[in-house]
């Protein structure tokens, strides 16, 4: 089973065309979907609320085929996020958290351990940002370090708290991980003036196993061990590209559960590297075909896979 830990909030979409609507969001929250919907046992670590909006996401969590043994329920409104989405599709976003439900995981809501099913955690977003649950969640990675795979998505959202506070975290969390899926974007504020490809190696170099970068439209780029490889992203017609770095990020690790390679010391061939990055980009490209965070499901990748899936390159 994978764990993913973070929030679970209401994504409020205000269109290129004036409309608006709402959308259930949040980077882990699209992440445990996605994999779920990939047919991998999936759990979802995260405090709810109990109003209309948490019942809905309970909901789309359940059906889709994750467990909510591990999330918690509280009288607290749903967080929510507005969500601006541009004329090319892309969104960006600002965050109404303060009493919300997301921020408010403790020590005491996570299980003191977990048992040999559970495989890999992941960790992303808000998860790393609003106390108390960024220092819960980075107090879990720490404890499960060496114990099995962890996979850390930064998806940076600055603004939210100080830099100072919020690169700790970050910086915590990445020296612990296994796996570091970020964006090209997110590299260029963890490591000013820095390419994608030097930010990489200064993460490998810090003892991470795996460094995935997304780099939207031009596919991915990864470093693990000595092989540096650059997978192309299928073309597709983008209605918006919500959701597609959770859902790439759920596709590496489905694919990674399905050849039994989650493991903390996890090692690659070439060839698998470039397949595994192929899926996660298939993955990434098929969400980017409708509106809001809708992952593909395991159905789908397979009827897409023989057309879609791009060459890789060292």
């Not at 109003?51 to 809905?56: E, P, S, T, W, Y």
């Not at 889709?64 to 996020?81: F, K, M, N, Q, Y």
């Not at 809501?109 to 108390?132: D, I, Q, S």
């Not at 490591?191 to 490998?204: F, K, M, N, T």
Request: charged fraction near 20%.
């Amino acid at each position: 089973m994978i764990v993913v830990c973070g929030e679970a909030l209401i994504d409020m979409i205000s269109n290129a065309d004036g409309t608006q609507q709402t959308a259930p969001g949040g980077g882990p929250f699209n992440t445990a979907r996605a994999i779920a919907r990939l047919g991998v046992p999936t759990a979802f670590l995260g405090r709810l609320s109990d109003d209309l909006f948490g019942q809905q996401l309970a909901g789309l969590l359940v059906s889709d085929g994750a467990s909510l043994e591990l999330a918690s329920i509280g009288s607290e409104p749903t967080t929510a996020a507005m969500a601006i989405v541009n004329s090319e599709g892309v969104a960006e976003y600002q965050f109404l958290v303060q009493g919300t439900s997301a921020p408010g995981l403790t020590p005491e809501m996570v299980p003191e351990r977990f048992g040999p099913h559970v495989t890999a955690l992941y960790v992303g977003t808000l998860g790393l940002v609003l106390e108390p649950m960024a220092s819960t969640l980075v107090d879990l990675i720490v404890r499960e370090q060496g114990r099995r795979l962890l996979m850390v998505d930064p998806n940076i959202r600055v603004g939210l708290v100080p830099d100072a506070e919020y690169r700790d975290h970050l910086f915590t969390a990445i020296s612990k991980s296994t796996i570091v899926k970020a964006s090209e974007t997110d590299l260029e504020w963890l490591y000013p003036g820095v390419g994608y490809v030097e930010a990489a190696e200064r993460i490998l170099g810090a003892g991470v196993r795996l460094v995935v970068v997304t780099l939207g439209a031009a596919g991915a780029f990864a470093a693990h061990r000595d092989l540096r490889i650059c997978v192309n992203a299928p073309q597709v017609e983008v209605v918006d590209t919500i959701g597609a770095g959770d859902a790439f990020g759920a596709g590496l690790l489905a694919w990674l559960h399905d050849h039994d390679a989650l493991r903390p010391d996890l090692s690659l061939e070439p060839g698998e590297l470039k397949e595994s990055l192929g899926f996660a980009c298939l993955a990434g490209a098929l969400t980017c075909t409708r509106a809001g965070a809708e992952p593909p499901w395991k159905s789908e990748m397979a009827l897409s896979a023989g057309a879609m899936i791009p060459e890789g390159k060292t």
